[in-house]
């Protein structure tokens, strides 16, 4: 059986009442995930789009998203970011083994 318990929901919210109908809070998966910096901004503004800032929350994520997608990227491999290389990998996540190629 497993140990884990979920840190209690936060006795008070500033700012607002967005979070307050959900199961869980944003700020409870981020701790109980132990999620960076970027990851927890777009569980946050993913969570609330709808009860606070629309469209701009969404923006919000996808810029973190975004973010997030050009500093891992900037860790690979030189060799990875050509876009023939990029081209040659997706074909081959299409390779199907099963067809005869003759």
Do not use: C
């Not at 199961?23 to 503004?45: C, D, M, R, W």
């Not at 789009?49 to 629309?54: E, L, Q, V, Y």
């Not at 891992?72 to 970011?81: A, G, L, R």
Request: aromatic share 10%; proline share 8%; no cysteine.
């Amino acid at each position: 059986m497993s140990s884990y318990k979920q840190p209690p929901k936060p006795a008070t919210q500033v700012g607002g009442d967005h979070y307050s109908s959900l199961s869980i809070e944003p700020i409870q998966f981020i701790e109980t995930n132990a999620l960076g910096y970027h990851e927890g901004n777009v569980v946050k503004y993913v969570s609330r789009w709808r009860n606070k800032n629309g469209l701009q929350d969404l923006q919000k994520a996808k810029w973190y998203i975004d973010r997030l997608i050009e500093l891992e990227t900037s860790k690979m491999p030189e060799m990875f970011q050509d876009p023939k290389v990029e081209e040659f990998l997706e074909e081959l996540d299409q390779f199907d083994p099963t067809i005869d190629p003759v």
